[in-house]
């Protein structure tokens, strides 16, 4: 199975500021996505990275908010802009390889504490 | 629609005792079922998949999952559990025309020694 980096691993952030995190794939490919996980809950899913075009994303999330990039099959960033507190979470980068009955694989997340 | 309910936030279990995790599905067309596990500070692994075969899928550091259509089920098992099985599990689904899959909202297992 493919392994997933993600950068940074955690950071501390001020109200009002962006921060972006890295996806890094070893190897291609098909879907990415980018999931929140907020303390004690599940995995909520932000965004599709679409390769070469705007991210798909959710309801409740927008492009203003998250902006996603997606230049190759390999590597994504998720942008969380005009932080504020209750953005305090953990971010998670995952891949697929693209068969419908594959098994998502995950980054180590990023934990992000807005103040 | 898709959706998943993991009806216990936590399980206790003594080490060495058998471990079970509940989850039951709901999809409009065939389900591909999924396990998955996370470590504290870390992210998530895959443990095991059913997609179709034999109802007893077996996975990653001893553990099981029985597929059970009549009772939408799909339970995770491991015969003797360890204290370093002590994390958060989630199960997840997939119906067969989707490549996103919904996640339960967890269980945190905890095996005493």
């Known amino acids: 199975s493919a392994v997933i980096s993600q950068k940074p691993s955690r950071d501390i952030c001020q109200r009002g500021t962006s921060l972006t995190i890295q996806c890094q794939v070893d190897?291609?490919?098909?879907?990415m996505f980018w999931y929140r996980q907020q303390p004690g809950q599940s995995l909520t899913l932000i965004a599709t990275?679409?390769?070469?075009?705007?991210?798909?994303?959710e309801s409740g999330f927008v492009i203003d908010k998250f902006p996603i990039s997606r230049p190759n099959l390999t590597f994504s960033t998720l942008t969380v802009s005009n932080m504020s507190p209750e953005d305090s979470s953990i971010y998670l980068c995952?891949?697929?390889?693209?068969?419908?009955?594959?098994?998502?694989?995950f980054g180590e997340g990023s934990r992000l504490t807005v103040l | 629609a898709q959706s998943v309910a993991q009806p216990e936030d936590q399980v206790n279990v003594a080490e060495g005792n058998p471990l079970t995790v509940k989850c039951t599905y709901s999809?409009?067309?065939?389900?591909?079922l999924f396990w998955y596990v996370q470590y504290p500070n870390r992210g998530l692994q895959f443990l095991l998949k059913?997609?179709?075969?034999?109802?007893l899928v077996k996975g990653s550091y001893g553990f099981e999952a029985e597929f059970n259509k009549s009772q939408t089920s799909f339970h995770l098992k491991k015969p003797s559990a360890l204290v370093s099985d002590s994390a958060l599990y989630f199960c997840a689904v997939r119906d067969g025309g989707s490549y996103i899959p919904t996640f339960g909202r967890g269980t945190s297992l905890i095996v005493h020694p």
């Open positions: 190897s291609q490919v098909t879907m």
């Open positions: 995952s891949g697929a390889a693209g068969s419908n009955t594959g098994e998502l694989f």
């Open positions: 059913y997609i179709t075969g034999d109802n």
């Open positions: 990275a679409n390769q070469g075009s705007e991210a798909t994303y």
């Open positions: 999809v409009s067309g065939n389900p591909y």
